[in-house]
């Protein structure tokens, strides 16, 4: 089977500043993958690339043995695909219910009852009452917007699962909410799961490796207890600081 994310040699170039220069990534079928940076790194520039929102300036990337820049790469992984973006970018003229009907109508071309009976399962899945269905975005919180988000996301039932930041702006509860969510979701659903994230509760909670983006390219792969043995000065800085080492005391 082929695997599902192989990035060759990306080069990301924006004017005269180069984010991404040489960058190799291979993802593992099944795994959950975090993806971890310092601020202006790349990670979001990468994501893009990779789910081709973004040309890029060199290198290949391939999802499922495809290569993205061709149509038929892009056609042939497309639902295959889940994607949850910062903030949840949830439309915010239409209902949960409605949001969550979307992938289906887009690309499923089901009856009505039967994308109203799926939308609701999704809807359960991603852990919300029934009652939220006929919210609009605006009337939740946002920890209740992710998972909605989360439950578009994985409407089609993909085989790869893209979460940006998931758990960014939320408190330490509701955030160890959402990690247990998708943790069982990757259980019952066997996704697997690319995640950038800042949240070190998260990689040690969620993720079976960790990729680190410095200087321009993924510089370690590793799972987190082999990456706090690195001597690399921004890795060490990052598991080795005050937060790393109190999420570290958490784990236990």
Same mark, same amino acid.
């Given at each position: 089977?082929?695997?599902?994310?192989?990035?060759?040699?990306?080069?990301?170039?924006?004017?005269?500043?180069?984010?991404?220069?040489?960058?190799?990534?291979?993802?593992?079928?099944?795994?959950?993958?975090?993806?971890?940076?310092?601020?202006?790194?790349?990670?979001?520039?990468?994501?893009?690339?990779?789910?081709?929102?973004?040309?890029?300036?060199?290198?290949?990337?391939?999802?499922?043995?495809?290569?993205?820049?061709?149509?038929?790469?892009?056609?042939?992984?497309?639902?295959?695909?889940?994607?949850?973006?910062?903030?949840?970018?949830?439309?915010?003229?239409?209902?949960?219910?409605?949001?969550?009907? /979307?992938?289906?109508? =887009?690309? *499923?071309? !089901? +009856? %009505? @009852?039967?994308?109203?009976?799926?939308? /609701?399962?999704?809807? =359960?899945? *991603?852990? !919300? +009452? %029934? @009652?939220?269905?006929?919210?609009?975005? /605006?009337?939740?919180?946002?920890?209740?917007?992710?998972?909605?988000?989360?439950?578009?996301?994985?409407?089609?039932?993909?085989?790869?699962?893209?979460?940006?930041?998931?758990?960014?702006?939320?408190?330490?509860?509701?955030?160890?909410?959402?990690?247990?969510?998708?943790?069982?979701?990757?259980?019952?659903?066997?996704?697997?799961?690319?995640?950038?994230?800042?949240?070190?509760?998260?990689?040690?909670?969620?993720?079976?490796?960790?990729?680190?983006?410095?200087?321009?390219?993924?510089?370690?792969?590793?799972?987190?207890?082999?990456?706090?043995?690195?001597?690399?000065?921004?890795?060490?800085?990052?598991?080795?600081?005050?937060?790393?080492?109190?999420?570290?005391?958490?784990?236990?």
């Amino acid at each position: 089977m082929p695997v599902p994310i192989r990035v060759c040699g990306l080069r990301t170039v924006f004017g005269d500043a180069v984010v991404h220069d040489g960058l190799d990534l291979e993802v593992r079928a099944g795994e959950i993958l975090g993806v971890v940076g310092s601020s202006g790194s790349g990670k979001s520039v990468l994501l893009n690339t990779i789910l081709g929102l973004r040309r890029p300036d060199g290198g290949t990337i391939e999802i499922f043995g495809q290569d993205i820049a061709g149509a038929d790469g892009q056609g042939a992984t497309r639902q295959r695909i889940g994607v949850m973006f910062q903030q949840g970018a949830l439309f915010s003229s239409l209902s949960v219910q409605e949001n969550i009907e /979307a992938p289906f109508r =887009e690309h *499923a071309h !089901l +009856p %009505a @009852d039967l994308v109203r009976d799926l939308a /609701a399962l999704k809807l =359960e899945l *991603a852990g !919300l +009452p %029934a @009652d939220a269905a006929m919210k609009m975005p /605006a009337d939740l919180s946002g920890g209740m917007r992710k998972r909605v988000a989360v439950a578009r996301a994985i409407a089609l039932d993909p085989d790869l699962l893209f979460l940006d930041e998931p758990t960014s702006g939320l408190d330490p509860i509701s955030a160890a909410g959402f990690d247990d969510l998708i943790l069982t979701l990757h259980k019952a659903l066997g996704f697997t799961v690319f995640i950038i994230t800042h949240d070190l509760d998260t990689l040690h909670a969620i993720c079976d490796r960790v990729a680190v983006l410095a200087d321009k390219r993924i510089i370690a792969v590793a799972t987190v207890a082999e990456l706090e043995l690195s001597d690399d000065p921004w890795v060490r800085a990052y598991f080795h600081g005050a937060r790393g080492e109190a999420a570290e005391g958490r784990k236990h």
